[in-house]
């Protein structure tokens, strides 16, 4: 039931420094109530992903000794400087996965669609405060009240000391991150790009991409002692966990047998379902009697002469570059124009070798319906289509492992905006599991 009252609370209840510099959402009047079945499958699939990454790890090293095709790590390693590679493949590090582990989740007419993973996600602190501010109104929220907080913390093990490193890139998510470390105590400090050496035995939270380390002057030390064991970093300096590609390998037929081999029959259908099917864009010439697999391309430049129909897919960057994060980066062809279509797919052959971009079926979001407030207690009713990002935290090491769900962040998009991210006339409220049957809807 909608609750403006419940609403206006929420809005009262913002930390004073605010979240996200210079950002704002519209102010949902509940948590996003999802049917149980959804909830079941979001709690299931962290150890899914956490097993994938286990398997894209494994590939690359085997790519790297000659036990799996080279041109994988060929792949991961293009546009990357030397010293990111030497990390990349560092015997220290190359057993390291992210610990934090956020795929954008979609919300579609036949269930969920998985667009991207990311191991460096902001939100952390916004969907601590928004579970623990919505518990407190009496909402069941995914993940309770403190979810989030103990499943951040949990993923440095016994460090007596937690160095959070934002970046000036990442400069507007520092007051989520300020406001979680407050919530966890003298142990955590967030602190700059400018942080210099950390003591032996502390961990270091890594909140930038691999491609602004150049303005992080001190992260070299950090990452050589994270590979002699005498720092934590998470995550690791492995750049081809910041790669979306990953998903465009799941789909790689010459690389079928070893994700049915690693992942096992049930996890790799179980991600096939659920990951729109993705191809890198490498412009290698191709034999004139081959094409692309599922595409009727014999040439990535035919693309262009797709009608408006067939263009209904996202062209995006893979990762390390700035446009790599947030909704830079991504187009959506089927809301070009014939010439702005073009012109992207110029650019995305000209970024190869150094910044490969993917192509990916488009899983258009089906409309739900929520409601928010205003600032003036007037609720409104809003078509949107819905963005699910489950936060998993991975705690232990090795076979030991394990994914918790922290929470679910749920962003609503009006229902003209094909592309969801976090803009201003979003709806961004936590998740919760619908009481009586049914499909997914407001609370």
């Not at 996003?32 to 790890?57: H, I, N």
């Not at 005498?230 to 010459?254: C, D, G, H, Q, S």
């Amino acid at each position: 039931m909608m609750d403006a009252s419940k609403a206006t609370r929420v809005r009262a209840a913002m930390p004073p420094g605010g979240l996200f510099a210079g950002q704002a959402w519209r102010v949902g009047t509940g948590p996003l109530a999802l049917d149980p079945s959804t909830v079941r499958e979001l709690e299931g699939l962290g150890r899914v992903f956490l097993q994938f990454y286990r398997a894209a790890s494994q590939l690359y090293r085997r790519s790297v000794d000659g036990r799996a095709p080279a041109w994988v790590a060929a792949l991961m390693d293009q546009g990357k400087p030397d010293e990111l590679v030497r990390w990349q493949r560092h015997h220290g590090l190359r057993n390291e996965l992210p610990r934090v582990i956020r795929p954008d989740v979609l919300l579609v007419e036949d269930g969920l669609a998985v667009s991207e993973l990311d191991s460096v996600p902001g939100g952390i602190g916004l969907t601590q405060w928004l579970n623990e501010t919505y518990a407190a109104l009496g909402d069941p929220v995914v993940g309770g009240p403190d979810g989030m907080l103990r499943g951040f913390e949990g993923i440095f093990g016994d460090a007596p000391r937690v160095h959070v490193v934002v970046s000036e890139e990442a400069a507007s998510y520092r007051p989520e991150m300020e406001w979680l470390a407050s919530r966890m105590g003298p142990r955590f400090r967030v602190a700059g790009q400018d942080l210099g050496t950390v003591p032996d035995g502390d961990a270091v939270y890594r909140f930038f991409e691999l491609f602004d380390l150049a303005n992080v002057p001190a992260a070299g030390g950090w990452f050589d002692a994270a590979a002699e064991g005498r720092l934590r970093v998470t995550p690791p300096p492995r750049p081809l966990f910041e790669e979306k590609l990953l998903l465009a390998l799941l789909w790689n037929r010459n690389l079928r047998e070893f994700w049915r081999r690693e992942l096992g029959e049930g996890f790799l259908n179980r991600l096939l379902r659920i990951v729109p099917r993705s191809w890198v864009v490498d412009p290698s010439p191709l034999p004139p009697h081959a094409g692309l697999p599922g595409l009727d391309l014999t040439d990535w430049r035919q693309m262009k002469e797709w009608s408006q129909r067939e263009r209904d897919v996202i062209l995006k960057v893979s990762g390390y570059s700035p446009l790599a994060w947030g909704s830079r980066g991504v187009h959506l062809g089927s809301d070009l124009s014939r010439e702005e279509w073009s012109r992207a797919v110029e650019d995305a052959l000209g970024a190869w070798p150094s910044s490969p971009y993917i192509l990916q079926v488009y899983r258009r979001p089906k409309t739900v319906p929520v409601s928010w407030v205003d600032e003036g207690g007037v609720t409104h009713a809003m078509a949107s289509r819905v963005r699910l990002c489950p936060y998993y935290f991975v705690h232990g090491d090795g076979d030991a492992a394990r994914t918790v769900l922290g929470g679910v962040l749920a962003t609503a998009c009006p229902a003209d905006k094909k592309i969801i991210h976090g803009m201003s006339d979003a709806v961004i409220v936590p998740c919760m599991a619908r009481a009586e049957p049914g499909g997914q809807g407001a609370a």
